[in-house]
């Protein structure tokens, strides 16, 4: 066993485990739990046999597994940076939706301080 390998085994066991502890939680769901077990395992093998990674380079029509696991990975990487974008985009929508209602419930409910309603 190479040292990268022990490096990967460490590392995706931690990662899972925290994928793990996070659905136990409820912070993650099913569908994202399975996302990242997946992951980590195709990892795993292909640390263990690289020579699939080479089989997936010339299926995508690369030469190079190493190129073909690269250009995935940052596809993937777009992919979850695209969610994450969606995701704080619709928090700062909802945010915005709460300060304005709550803005709006706020003036109703206080006292009117308008100077000239006061001399009346």
Do not use: C
Request: no cysteine; net charge positive.
């Amino acid at each position: 066993m190479t040292l990268l390998q022990i490096i990967v085994i460490i590392f995706i066991t931690f990662a899972a485990s925290r994928a793990y502890l996070r659905f136990k939680d409820k912070s993650l769901s099913i569908s994202n739990l399975f996302f990242w077990m997946i992951l980590w395992t195709i990892i795993l093998i292909i640390v263990f046999d690289p020579k699939l990674a080479d089989i997936a380079a010339n299926i995508m029509g690369m030469q190079r597994g190493t190129d073909t696991m690269f250009f995935i990975a940052v596809m993937l990487l777009f992919y979850l940076v695209f969610r994450i974008y969606v995701k704080v985009d619709s928090i700062d929508q909802h945010l915005t939706n709460l300060n304005t209602n709550t803005s709006i419930i706020l003036h109703k409910r206080l006292p009117n301080d308008n100077p000239i309603e006061k001399r009346k």
